[in-house]
Every structure is written in structure tokens, then in C-alpha cells.
């Protein structure tokens, strides 16, 4: 007998073929008040379990997106989380530096730190502030924790200062309770003293305990009395029988700052504008 | 699709048409629209695909393949005659473009799976 010759069409099979095809013509046939209802009761028996996996499958493939969606969220926000320790302390500054134009009421320009990728960064920069604001050559320059140095050349919109940690910066200074005074300078030209200062000048007789905070004198014409410069942490060296070095640590570090307050004149020598500087804001 | 032509191979033409019938209607229930146009499509598709193979195709897997093709595009072009829903240009991609790839598709996943499970779907010969 030949390959699969029991399964040529045998005279059931026709009519079994042509029944079917009868049987679509009618479903074609159908109106819809009895299609819609069989294709219905179809769809809620036989096929139920399949389009159940097919939703199930949806939801699955949904939930991977949106999962994929949460996780590129997730990671969004710890990227934005770690800015936030310094979008804090920025925010603390802001608001300090607000305070300290508050207190001081006249006679400052606020200004933006400019700050450049060059090594010599710390020791001067440029603010964002020039002559067109009435900043002046000699102008101090404060934030609010206390001295950061003094303006050197003033362009129409832009002014270099010079922070404290430069070689040639100076400052008369005394002690908050006037029990001493002296002038202040950068402890070193290079290395880890460049980032402190000293105290210079104290007579050997008197002694300056640790934590004493030293302010400007207001001598010499050129900073305010009372603008906070450090706190004493100890003696730097002593000429025996004559004068005594205390190193000082500064208030402020000049690399910290993204904004500063540019004192313009109007204030004498004799003013004293220790009451600006908080307490809080000065650390000791 | 693919498990009625799968059937087929092994399966009597009436008993494929049968089958073909009730995987169509069971299409025809998910598209409402062209409700018993699958029925008659996977109908004449398996009666012709089971009249064929028993007359004209040995068994081979790439011509096995060929009958999925055919019988893929055979029951899309059946199933847009008999719905009347596409017309011109659209009737023409439909048969041209889409119809082709849909059928190499199924042949290619076809072929894999009687690749896979052949001796299962092998024609049992007739006893002498």
C-alpha cells in the first residue's frame, strides 16, 4: 500500500469537511445580537485560561519596565543625594552670609567667588564684583565667620582679592577682650603653615590662652574693628625676654567660600562691627 | 497555526478539517469583527494541507517547512477575502509584505520543532 495512502480523503472525511465549511459560513452568516454573545462565551470558557496567561505575561513585561523605570529613579536620586551634604553647607552659608548683611545694614556689596583651577587659588581670587558696584582698592572682604582678606585691583566688573593666606597679608589685631593685640600674617610661605596664621608682636609678658578669638584692631584705616580673624591654638615661637608668636586658626578658609561680602567705604577706623559676627558663626 | 499544520501531517482530512474548524472559531472568538472567516480559513487550510501531504509531499523537514508557509499565507489571504475588512493597496501589503514574514516565521519555528519532536509527529505507515 502507498506512503499514507489511510489517509486520503475517505467519503466521511468529505463530509466532514464540507460540514465544517457549512458551519463557518453560518458563524460568517451570524448577525451580531448572536455572534457577539458566542464569540463572548467563547472567550469566557475555552480561552479563559489562555487570555489569562496573556495578562499575566503583560503585567509581567509591565512590571519589568516599570521596575527597570524605578531602579533608573532609584539610581537618579542617590547621584542627587550625594550633592546634597554640599548643597547643604552652601545653603548654611547663603543664609549666614543674608544674616550678616542684615546686621551690618550699609556699607557692603555681596559678590560670587569666582573660583579658578590654578594652584595659587587660595591665595587670591576673583569676586564678581568691581567699580561699577563701588568696590575700592583696600576694600575688606568678609564672610560671615570673619576675615578673608582685602581687595587688591578692581576692574569695572570684577576685583582680585587677597585672602589672608597670601605672603603679603597683614591685619592689626587684638584680642576679643582688648587684653592684647598685635599684627596678624600668614604662618608659612608654603607647606601646611601656609594655612594658618600667627599672631605676632605680643609682648613676652603676656600670654594669650588657647581659644582666644582675635579680631581686626580697626588700626591702620583699613579693616573695621571687630571683624573676627581666629582662634589662638598656641604659641608659635617666642624671642626670649621680648614678644611672643601665637598661631592663630583662621576663621575662615578661603577654598570654602562661593560667596563673600565686600565692605565699601562710609566706615571709619573707629567703627566697631564686631556685633555683624555672631557668635555661632565664629568657631572657635 | 503551526499545531493545526502539525496535526495535519499526521492526521486524516477530515479530522484536520475538524480541527481546523474549532481552532478557528476559537480565533474568531478573540476578533469579533471577521467572526467565522478563521473558521473557514483554518478549515480549507488543514483539509488541503492534509489532502496534500498525503498525496503529493514525503516527509521531509524543509518541504514540511514549505507547507507551513503556505498554509500560513494560504489562511491569511482566505481570512482577508472572506472578512472584506482591506481593500487596494492595503489588501496588497497586507498579502505581499506582512503575509510573507508572518509565514517564514512560522515555517522557520516549524521546522525547529519538528526538528525537536519528529518521531512524534512521524506518519505511521499502513499495515501490508
Known amino acids: 500500500m502507498p506512503l499514507g495512502a489511510d489517509r486520503y480523503a475517505s467519503r466521511a472525511d468529505t463530509l466532514l469537511f464540507l460540514g465544517c465549511v457549512g458551519l463557518s459560513v453560518a458563524a460568517m452568516s451570524l448577525p451580531d445580537t448572536w455572534r457577539d454573545p458566542i464569540a463572548q462565551g467563547l472567550r469566557q470558557t475555552v480561552l479563559a485560561p489562555f487570555l489569562a496567561l496573556q495578562q499575566q505575561t503583560g503585567l509581567l513585561a509591565a512590571a519589568r519596565a516599570h521596575y527597570d523605570a524605578v531602579v533608573a529613579q532609584r539610581d537618579s536620586a542617590a547621584l542627587a543625594a550625594t550633592f546634597l551634604p554640599e548643597l547643604r553647607n552652601e545653603n548654611v552659608r547663603l543664609r549666614s552670609l543674608l544674616g550678616l548683611g542684615t546686621r551690618l545694614g550699609w556699607g557692603y556689596v555681596p559678590a560670587e567667588v569666582l573660583h579658578q583651577p590654578e594652584p595659587t587659588n587660595p591665595l587670591t581670587f576673583i569676586v564678581s564684583a568691581g567699580r561699577q558696584k563701588g568696590i575700592r582698592p583696600l576694600s575688606a572682604v568678609v564672610s560671615a565667620e570673619g576675615l578673608v582678606g582685602i581687595v587688591a585691583s578692581v576692574d569695572a566688573q570684577t576685583s582680585v582679592v587677597l585672602t589672608w593666606a597670601h605672603p603679603e597679608f597683614r591685619a592689626s589685631a587684638i584680642a576679643s577682650d582688648g587684653s592684647v593685640s598685635g599684627i596678624v600674617a600668614p604662618h608659612g610661605a608654603a607647606g601646611p603653615g601656609v594655612w594658618l596664621l600667627e599672631l605676632q608682636g605680643v609682648p613676652y609678658r603676656q600670654q594669650v590662652p588657647e581659644g582666644t578669638l582675635i579680631v581686626t584692631s580697626g588700626l591702620g584705616g583699613v579693616y573695621p574693628r571687630g571683624i573676627p580673624i581666629g582662634t589662638v591654638v598656641g604659641l608659635a615661637g617666642e624671642a626670649k625676654g621680648w614678644e611672643r608668636t601665637y598661631l592663630i586658626r583662621p576663621a575662615i578658609h578661603p577654598s570654602a567660600l562661593s560667596h563673600v561680602m565686600v565692605l565699601t567705604g562710609g566706615r571709619g577706623s573707629g567703627s566697631d562691627i564686631r556685633g555683624a559676627f555672631q557668635p555661632e558663626s565664629v568657631q572657635p | ?128
Not at chain 2, 474548524?21 to 480565533?27: K, M, N, Q, S
Not at chain 2, 500560513?72 to 475588512?85: D, E, F
Request: aromatic share 12%.
Open chain 2, 1 to 128: 497555526m503551526l499545531a493545526l499544520l502539525i496535526y495535519t501531517v499526521r492526521a486524516q482530512p477530515g479530522r484536520s478539517a475538524a480541527a481546523g474548524f474549532v481552532i478557528g472559531l476559537l480565533r474568531d472568538a478573540l476578533t469579533p469583527a471577521s467572526f467565522g472567516a478563521g473558521a473557514l480559513a483554518h478549515t480549507l487550510v488543514g483539509y488541503l494541507s492534509s489532502w496534500a501531504k498525503a498525496v503529493f509531499f514525503a516527509e521531509n523537514v524543509l518541504v514540511n517547512g514549505c507547507l507551513f508557509f503556505a498554509g500560513t499565507w494560504l489562511r491569511n489571504l482566505i481570512v482577508l477575502l472572506a472578512s472584506g475588512r482591506l481593500g487596494g493597496a492595503q489588501l496588497g501589503w497586507e498579502l505581499l509584505v506582512w503575509s510573507p514574514i508572518q509565514s517564514a516565521t512560522t515555517a522557520a519555528v516549524g521546522i525547529i520543532a519538528l526538528w525537536m519532536f519528529g518521531r512524534w509527529v512521524r506518519v505511521r505507515r499502513a499495515d501490508a
